[in-house]
């Protein structure tokens, strides 16, 4: 009820949002729900990012997103399935936003001195495979600027990190998401807080050195 009643006083999407949601939603590519996307959208109007970094293209819906939200960002954006890397592309190529993104064809468990070379990266945005979250993490926080932020989907996944059913508990890929959880809470270096928006969204920051809050009178 409370997020029904949420979505129905956010904007209607533009025609050609509404186009890529069709597209997603028939040929069942997964993509942000929309209090997810409304919150994502709003932090990159916060932030104002020069460089984002996406882990997980799919046909390039959050990119569009992103760049309607910051238009004077850019975007690199990682993708390992080839029918899916094409359509983003040609999405990209028919909203003109083709010199905005560089879309990567490739595993982003393999590209990592590519996606370096682009870096370093105000808004690093993860939305690929569940289970190598943590993976990501550690191979690409190292790239972000020092007051950039990594922003993760899914991370409540449907609510069944938080059931305790038989199945659930036993699931293999609810089991990664809330190691990741727990992970991310408590790393020493960083700051998470989970947002139960959408399908669950968590915000993290580089924790500020102790030094300099020293320093500062904190």
């Excluded at 990501?136 to 449907?158: H, Q, R, W």
């Excluded at 020493?188 to 500020?208: R, W």
Aim: hydrophobic share 40%.
């Amino acid at each position: 009820m409370k997020d029904q009643y949420l979505e129905n006083l956010l904007q209607k999407s533009p025609e050609w949002l509404k186009e890529l949601e069709d597209y997603a939603e028939q040929n069942h590519v997964p993509i942000m729900e929309p209090l997810g996307i409304d919150f994502l959208v709003q932090m990159i109007k916060i932030k104002r990012p020069k460089k984002i970094l996406e882990i997980g293209t799919a046909i390039g819906y959050s990119a569009l997103r992103m760049l309607q939200a910051y238009p004077q960002t850019s975007i690199t954006t990682i993708e390992r399935d080839e029918a899916r890397y094409k359509q983003a592309l040609n999405n990209m190529e028919k909203y003109d936003q083709e010199s905005k993104v560089n879309i990567i064809f490739d595993d982003a468990l393999a590209c990592v001195e590519m996606v370096r070379e682009e870096g370093p990266y105000d808004v690093l945005f993860v939305d690929a495979a569940k289970g190598q979250y943590q993976r990501f993490f550690e191979l690409y926080s190292p790239m972000l600027a020092e007051d950039g932020i990594i922003i993760s989907d899914n991370v409540l996944f449907k609510g069944l990190v938080a059931s305790e059913s038989y199945f659930d508990v036993k699931n293999k890929l609810v089991n990664k998401i809330k190691s990741y959880n727990e992970w991310l809470s408590n790393h020493p270096e960083y700051h998470t807080s989970i947002i139960p928006i959408g399908d669950g969204v968590a915000i993290t920051t580089k924790n500020k050195n102790i030094a300099d809050e020293e320093k500062r009178g904190f």
